[in-house]
């Protein structure tokens, strides 16, 4: 048999119930009415506050059986009225957007960033000679001598060196590589042939600045080293390469020196400007000079332990502002490196 005290609680929660069914607060019309009801239940005073208090009346045994269901209706509650309110809450914040601002105008236009006209051809270039089958190389901009010459077969007091205005750091041997060539070194040294990498990359020469040199410029090194390479392969190399870049596969190879390559070569291509009639761009010659390359010479297969009676490959390096500024039709090569927007955005993503 119920007690008095547990049955008055319960028809007080029952109609608690029934009220809660007439109030709902998901039916609030805004903020002060849903504030009401909270009050109205759950204030100091509230109705749920006023029959969880009276809890305490009842014997230890109704308290445990009727104590989760005045807990449940208050969490309940809780739940109801939070929810109410964030949805109010979020139609205030809204048509007080609204009232403020015009939905409808047009967005502010954002800034489109776009890659450097230098990355967008290395890019390009990394491009071709993947699809050509070279894979990615890369190594330090800090080198030590036997990397960036003498393995190179620049040996000390070699007339070569004097090319190459040298960067050495304070605590030498130590120096900022002149050229992306000792990147074949390290490849080889890392690689047993057959092996065909691509390396683009940052080199440094104590030289002066003009409007054709640059202290800090960038070189593509290539080089491919397998059984009975040789010279047509190169060219052909080459000429596939160029026609993808620059639309024009005619090249012309003319004896040069390195000594790192023998026989080695200038390559130059078909005058972009003027089909090769002749123009100030290519001093009226019909040819631009783009890159050295060459058959790998034996000394720098022997100091990397590979055999050239077995072995032979060819490398190339190219200039990459020599080649944009052809290409792009740059006259000065400082322009690259000045981060004037005005010239930057001159070169849409589709230019290379
Ligand atoms: C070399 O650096 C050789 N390592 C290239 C090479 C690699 C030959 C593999 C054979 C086999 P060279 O010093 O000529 O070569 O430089 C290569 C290219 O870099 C030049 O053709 C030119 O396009 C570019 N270049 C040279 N000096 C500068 C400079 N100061 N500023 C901008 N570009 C330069």
Not at 31 to 58: F, H, S
Request: overall charge neutral; hydrophobic content about 40%; glycine content about 6%.
């Amino acid at each position: 048999m119920a007690t008095p005290k547990r049955s008055s609680w319960e028809r007080a929660c029952e109609e608690l119930e029934a009220r809660l069914s007439r109030e709902d607060p998901a039916q609030a019309a805004d903020l002060a009415a849903l504030d009401r009801v909270r009050v109205g239940l759950l204030g100091r005073k509230g109705a749920l506050t006023e029959l969880l208090k009276a809890l305490k009346d009842l014997s230890l045994e109704d308290r445990r059986a009727l104590g989760p269901r005045a807990q449940g209706l208050k969490t309940l509650l809780e739940g109801k009225i939070a929810e109410r309110q964030n949805a109010l809450e979020r139609t205030a914040d809204e048509r007080k957007l609204s009232a403020e601002l015009d939905l409808t105008l047009p967005g502010l236009p954002q800034p489109r960033g776009r890659r450097h006209p230098l990355t967008q051809i290395l890019d390009e270039m990394t491009r071709i000679l993947s699809l050509m089958g070279f894979s990615w190389a890369e190594g330090p901009h800090v080198e030590d001598d036997r990397h960036n010459f003498s393995a190179l077969n620049i040996p000390e007091h070699h007339p070569a060196r004097d090319l190459h205005d040298t960067l050495y750091l304070a605590d030498a041997p130590l120096l900022l590589r002149t050229h992306t060539s000792p990147v074949q070194i390290r490849s080889m040294e890392a690689r047993r042939p057959p092996l065909r990498i691509m390396c683009p990359g940052r080199v440094f020469r104590h030289e002066a600045v003009d409007a054709t040199h640059s202290a800090v410029f960038h070189q593509l090194e290539g080089l491919y080293v397998e059984r009975g390479v040789t010279f047509a392969d190169l060219k052909a190399t080459l000429a596939a390469f160029m026609e993808q870049l620059l639309g024009s596969s005619e090249i012309r190879l003319r004896p040069s020196f390195f000594p790192f390559t023998e026989p080695s070569a200038e390559v130059d291509v078909r005058c972009l400007f003027c089909s090769g009639r002749g123009c100030p761009v290519c001093k009226q010659s019909g040819w631009l000079e783009l890159l050295g390359a060459g058959l790998v010479h034996p000394n720098v297969l022997k100091a990397v332990d590979i055999d050239p009676e077995r072995w032979s490959g060819f490398a190339f390096g190219i200039g990459v502002e020599r080649l944009a500024m052809l290409k792009l039709g740059v006259k000065d090569i400082r322009q690259f490196y000045e981060n004037d927007v005005r010239f930057l955005r001159q070169f849409d993503e589709n230019i290379a």
